[in-house]
Every structure is written in structure tokens, then in C-alpha cells.
């Protein structure tokens, strides 16, 4: 079953543009994590937030927790057409050993 | 260093037939998970495997089993295919210490059942 629930399913923006994309989820977690992939380099691990962090950043992505809503966002900036992918998120689900996932938004940069 | 490497590419089955699938971690890597990815859909966990042993097993049948061997590579065996197996099979390694962390994904079986 799938843990998260990514929102949109769709995005398409003009490069430049900022991009987000938000997750939901249904159990604690000790740690929620954003995934890209695309067909060229298969699927990267991005970041990382640790259920005590708000707010995290990583050069142009910034990624925010709520863990009262079980909520997370990925914010991409100054979108280039390199970011064309799809973005999962996936939480650990209070396990020690396993990442659930959800079902990722599909991001297009358009030229 | 070399990433996580997965065995073969590619692979068509017909249904009923057996199949192993085979991944190397990352060098120092003692933790492999196996995930199942079906088109559109996110990764789906299997196996988890930490020193040689079973630490977890998401819900699949038993037909499926894996592996770790004393180098940490790993196999994933499915038996008795059938049509819905077909999906991309991803291998990850990751350090293994406590919890679950950043993952390293290899680029992938593309398992077709006809």
C-alpha cells in the first residue's frame, strides 16, 4: 500500500519558474525523503528531513515538514529543463527498515 | 567509485517460469533492499537484507525470496511468474546503520512476463 500521496500528479512550468509539489502521509515517521527519476539516471535520493526539522535546503530545493498535518513539501527554484522528472516522496513509516512511497508528481519543464 | 549495479537489464519471461534478478551494492554498503516498481506507480518495498540477514519483507507472496551473500550482493528470485510481475525491479544499498536513511539506487531490472 501506499504510504504518501503526491499532489499534483502533474506539473508543467515554464523554465525559470519555481515548481512545488506536496506530499501527504498516514503514520509517524522518523524521517521523510524526496526522490527524483528519470529515464537517464534512474532514481537519485535528494533530501532528507528528520521528523524534529521544519525546514531543510538543499542548493535550489527547499523542503518543509508538517508533522500535525503529515505533510511535506518540495520546492524546486529556478526550474531548468534537467529537473524534468518525476519526484517521490517516501517515509520509513516508523520502520527500521523500509521506505513506503507514493505514486510521485510528474514534472515538466517546458523551454 | 562504482554505484549499484543490477543483473540483467533487461529480462522477457513466460508465465510460470523462474527468475533471478542480481544487484552489488556500493562498496561498504551491508544493506540491500529490493523494490518493485510498477509503471506509474511509486516503488513498492520487498526485502530488506542487512549482514546476510532477512531484516524485512513487504507484502509479496512467498514466490518471491531473496538473498545476501558474505560479499552483501544480492539475488531476488520470483517463482511461478505471473503477468503482473512484469514491472521495473530496483536494487539499493545504503550503509545499514539504524533506522532507514538515504538509499542508492541501482538503475534497474525491466522485468517483462508474456
Known amino acids: 500500500s501506499q504510504q504518501g500521496e503526491e499532489d499534483p500528479q502533474a506539473l508543467s512550468i515554464q523554465e525559470g519558474e519555481n515548481a512545488t509539489m506536496n506530499c501527504s502521509y498516514k503514520?509517524?515517521?522518523?524521517?521523510l525523503q524526496w526522490y527524483r527519476q528519470n529515464s537517464g539516471r534512474g532514481l537519485v535520493h535528494l533530501i532528507l528531513?528528520?521528523?524534529n526539522e521544519r525546514e531543510k535546503h538543499s542548493g535550489r530545493l527547499r523542503v518543509t515538514l508538517d508533522t500535525s498535518k503529515k505533510s511535506s513539501s518540495l520546492l524546486i527554484t529556478a526550474s531548468r529543463a534537467a529537473d524534468t522528472a518525476s519526484y517521490f516522496c517516501?517515509?520509513?513509516?516508523?520502520?527500521?527498515?523500509?521506505?513506503?512511497w507514493g505514486a510521485g508528481t510528474k514534472l515538466i519543464i517546458k523551454p | 567509485d562504482a554505484g549499484v549495479t543490477q543483473s540483467p537489464t533487461h529480462l522477457i519471461k513466460t508465465r510460470g517460469q523462474h527468475v533471478t534478478l542480481r544487484c552489488s551494492p556500493i562498496?561498504?554498503?551491508?544493506?540491500v533492499s529490493w523494490y518493485q516498481q510498477v509503471l506509474g506507480q511509486g516503488p513498492q518495498f520487498i526485502f530488506q537484507?542487512?549482514?546476510?540477514?532477512?531484516?524485512g519483507r513487504g507484502n509479496f507472496p512467498d514466490r518471491f525470496s531473496a538473498r545476501q551473500f558474505p560479499n552483501y550482493s544480492s539475488e531476488l528470485n520470483v517463482n511461478a511468474l505471473l503477468l503482473g510481475d512484469s514491472a521495473l525491479y530496483l536494487c539499493?544499498?545504503?550503509?545499514?546503520?539504524?533506522?532507514?536513511?538515504?538509499?542508492?539506487f541501482g538503475p534497474g531490472t525491466r522485468l517483462t512476463v508474456l
Open positions: 539499493a544499498s545504503s550503509p545499514g546503520t539504524s533506522g532507514v536513511n538515504e538509499q542508492f
Open positions: 562498496s561498504g554498503h551491508k544493506s
Open positions: 537484507y542487512y549482514e546476510k540477514e532477512e531484516r
Open positions: 503514520t509517524s515517521i522518523n524521517n
Open positions: 528531513i528528520r521528523s
Open positions: 517516501a517515509t520509513d513509516g516508523n520502520s527500521n527498515y523500509q521506505l513506503i
